[in-house]
């Protein structure tokens, strides 16, 4: 692969792959572990497979320290359909806390919304989404208090919990930071995110369920939608997505190898703090959207003087080979997304271009 072509790629999401584990995966596409065949095309039933999501399923164990009281689950439908079945599982007659303080805290309450009661415990958008909300009005009956630990579009990311009240389990969207630091497991009776930020391809949500939470699901719910038969089949309920549950094993073996995810977060922060220095030393050229305390190590979302300089930073990074810069267009401007992929080498890459830039139009 020495001449393929590689971007510097700062895509939201999906985002960038380690290129060890693409080059792994091309190595075996051909002929799985002896089988003559990919992973694509073997019996979801069969031992190759059965390896492959077990070996998965310890290394995210031992990556995040998941105690044994916990289940992990490889779904379909996106983090977007778990924030249907959270509700939906989890809720029964009761009522919701969720804490918004961003689009998709937004999104998740809004679901939320369509099937019974759940109201926000905090909302930050008349203040822009640009950090912590000051203080917390807490339901002590919620079914659950739910958050999301890093808001991809708006830059928004808990270094530190929120504290539910005693007895109100506490669940977290962790779709864009999830295996990007450590995190104390036991403070959650739940964690759910969607692969394709940080952990592998689209097509597989990684749902991780203390066990207690398991016995709240109703009886009869729909069986694609329901936590307690995909919890005790083992997610082979039906035919799993298992190309992508194939890569997120692959994935966990390479943060493994990395050292773990406290030697993960250490790059991490390397990475971010150079964009976050460039942005604060540029002299107001750069502007940065999250508040200091609640930047987020992963999405980094800037404003630069007018419309028309984000559009030319935007094709002339492109140009440079720097990919995924535009912001999402309820934030606008330029967002770096430096998700665990992204090396220190190409955030160094994009700083470069950065000041490059400024120099010629600042
Ligand atoms: C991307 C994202 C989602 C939606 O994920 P899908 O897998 O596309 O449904 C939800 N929450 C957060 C925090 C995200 O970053």
């Excluded at 379909?76 to 359909?81: D, E, F, N, S």
């Excluded at 630069?304 to 720097?322: G, I, R, T, V, Y």
Aim: with cysteine.
């Amino acid at each position: 692969m020495s001449n393929t072509k590689r971007a510097y790629n700062f895509n939201p999401g999906p985002g960038p792959l380690p290129l060890e584990v693409l080059e792994q995966a091309q190595a075996e596409m051909l002929d799985f572990k002896g089988t003559g065949m990919s992973v694509m095309e073997i019996s979801h039933r069969s031992k190759e497979f059965e390896a492959v999501i077990q070996t998965a399923e310890a290394d995210l164990r031992e990556l995040l320290g998941i105690p044994a009281n916990y289940k992990i689950m490889f779904l379909q439908g996106g983090a977007t359909l778990q924030f249907t079945m959270l509700p939906m599982n989890l809720r029964a007659t009761g009522s919701a806390d969720y804490i918004v303080t961003g689009t998709w805290s937004k999104t998740a309450i809004k679901e939320a919304q369509k099937l019974g009661a759940a109201r926000a415990a905090a909302n930050t958008e008349s203040e822009g989404f640009k950090g912590y909300p000051e203080k917390l009005d807490l339901d002590p009956k919620a079914a659950y208090l739910h958050f999301t630990s890093n808001e991809t579009i708006h830059g928004v990311e808990y270094f530190s919990e929120p504290v539910p009240p005693a007895g109100v389990p506490l669940i977290c969207d962790t779709s864009s930071d999830f295996i990007s630091r450590p995190v104390d497991i036991s403070k959650y009776a739940m964690l759910y995110a969607g692969a394709q930020k940080n952990a592998g391809p689209s097509g597989v949500t990684v749902v991780i369920i203390r066990d207690d939470m398991i016995e709240r699901v109703p009886a009869n719910l729909p069986v694609m939608l329901d936590y307690k038969t995909l919890a005790a089949s083992g997610s082979l309920h039906n035919t799993p997505p298992s190309f992508a549950i194939y890569m997120v094993g692959l994935v966990f073996q390479w943060a493994k190898k990395q050292g773990g995810l406290a030697a993960i977060e250490k790059v991490n922060r390397v990475k971010a703090d150079m964009i976050y220095k460039t942005i604060d030393e540029s002299g107001g050229f750069y502007r940065g959207h999250a508040k200091p305390e609640a930047r987020s190590l992963m999405n980094i979302p800037f404003r630069l003087p007018s419309e028309e300089l984000e559009d030319a930073f935007a094709k002339e990074a492109k140009k440079n080979n720097l990919i995924g810069l535009k912001g999402h267009r309820s934030v606008g401007g330029m967002r770096a997304s430096v998700y665990n992929a992204v090396t220190v080498e190409g955030a160094g890459e994009l700083v470069k271009f950065m000041k490059d830039f400024q120099q010629k139009n600042g």
